[in-house]
């Protein structure tokens, strides 16, 4: 089987990184020719075209165009964790492609850890990706749209005998090596009203939450292609979640970090850090809706995750060097000012539904 291998969002933060880093590798299996772009608008498709790869400009929404436009064997969603069209419909393309060509096809899902903080409705205690996820996942589907997907896409990708992982991303940071949108969001937005208020905000409670580099999750799914091609089992279906979680964040020590680190460049009159007056405050100044603040700034998980480490995923930044270069996440937003995509404004969209 040759590495045809879609990567959709790839004008988006990880979609656009995945691109970048698997074509820096110079690694055979990520050859031009065999990766495809997808991406949503004529100006994205033009600015990715010139790095010699496929691109293809569609609607993942629209299920004719998909099932039609895809041809290939792999594919790495990126553009909707919320939105289960979406991959259904990739899904449903994949399953044609191994009934025509009678070869394996693979669907590697993003979904988002929100789905597993006990603020969604997820179980308090430790939850193990080796144990019952799946199942727990899909009693619980309804009451949070992230849980929801991952169970359709599972049982769609099993109904089509298509081979189905999540990958589960916590915070990412890092600024992005793509072509099109280069930002994070928690981060960067973070950053950017912290600049507009002259003050780093916090909330009250000291959350521990997951974080990552922008590199070491593109390594992981570049691992998990890897086992791909090289034909070797790994967890997938009910049991294929991935968290990529490299390693903890304490909230009030990443914002005093923060607030130092903007105080030195004399963009916050204080290197202290305040409490967020009200949760609609924050809303306001953080530009999401007020139902979100919580989730994004607020939750913490508590996963044990073993399939990564069982791949050979070893994420090569600490919380400690994330830390020390806390700065980058100021500087890439003083470079880049706002991130380039929708996914705010599809927050506000699942907000109003
Ligand atoms: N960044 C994080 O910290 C993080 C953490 C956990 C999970 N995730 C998940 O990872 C995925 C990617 O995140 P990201 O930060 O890379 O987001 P992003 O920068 O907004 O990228 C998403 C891309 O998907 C495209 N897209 C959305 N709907 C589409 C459609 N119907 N048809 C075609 N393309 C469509 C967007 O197009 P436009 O450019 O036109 O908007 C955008 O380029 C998301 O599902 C997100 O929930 C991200």
């Known amino acids: 089987m040759g590495s045809n291998i879609l990567i959709t969002g790839a004008a988006g933060y990880l979609g656009g990184s995945l691109v ?36 293809l400009q569609l609607d993942l929404t629209d299920e004719k165009v998909v099932v039609e436009s895809l041809l290939l064997s792999i594919v790495i ?4 964790s919320l ?17 025509v060509r009678g070869e394996e096809t693979y669907f590697i899902h993003t ?7 006990e603020s969604t409705g997820w179980p308090p205690g430790e939850t193990k990706d080796t144990g019952p996820v799946f199942d727990l996942e899909k009693q619980l589907a309804d009451s949070f749209p992230i849980r929801k997907t991952d169970v359709a896409v599972i049982e769609h990708a099993k109904a089509r005998g298509v081979t189905s992982f999540i990958v589960i991303p916590p915070t990412v940071y890092g600024k992005g090596t793509g072509e099109w949108n280069k930002l994070s969001v928690v981060l960067p937005v973070c950053v950017q009203a912290s600049i507009s208020n002259k003050v780093v905000y916090k909330f009250p409670e000291n959350i521990k939450v ?17 086992k791909i091609l090289q034909k070797e089992t790994i967890p997938s279906g009910p049991e294929g979640y991935y968290f990529a979680l490299a390693h903890d964040l304490i909230w009030w020590e990443v914002l005093d970090h923060l607030a130092a680190a903007l105080k030195a460049r004399n963009l916050v009159v204080d290197s202290k850090t305040q409490i967020w007056p009200s949760d609609e405050a924050a809303a306001k100044s953080l530009g999401v809706p007020v139902q979100f603040v919580q989730l994004l700034w607020n939750s913490g998980e508590n996963i044990i995750s073993e399939n990564t480490r069982r791949l050979g995923w070893k994420p090569a930044w600490s919380k400690d060097r994330f830390l020390q270069n806390i700065d980058d996440e100021i500087e890439a937003v003083l470079d880049l000012g706002k991130a380039k995509s929708s996914l705010i404004d599809s927050l506000f969209e699942s907000a109003k539904g």
Do not use: M, P
């Open 210 to 226: 997951s974080g990552v580099h922008i590199s070491d999750l593109t390594a992981l799914y570049g691992s998990i292609i890897e």
């Open 77 to 80: 969603h990126c553009a909707s």
């Open 111 to 117: 979904s988002g850890l929100s789905a597993f903080y």
């Open 20 to 55: 970048a880093d698997f074509l820096a590798s110079n690694s055979t299996q990520f050859r031009k020719e065999n990766i495809t772009a997808a991406v949503r608008s004529e100006e994205q498709a033009k600015t990715l075209s010139k790095l010699g790869i496929n691109v």
């Open 83 to 99: 939105d289960e069209r979406l991959a259904l419909h990739l899904i449903t393309a994949l399953g044609k492609q191994r009934e």
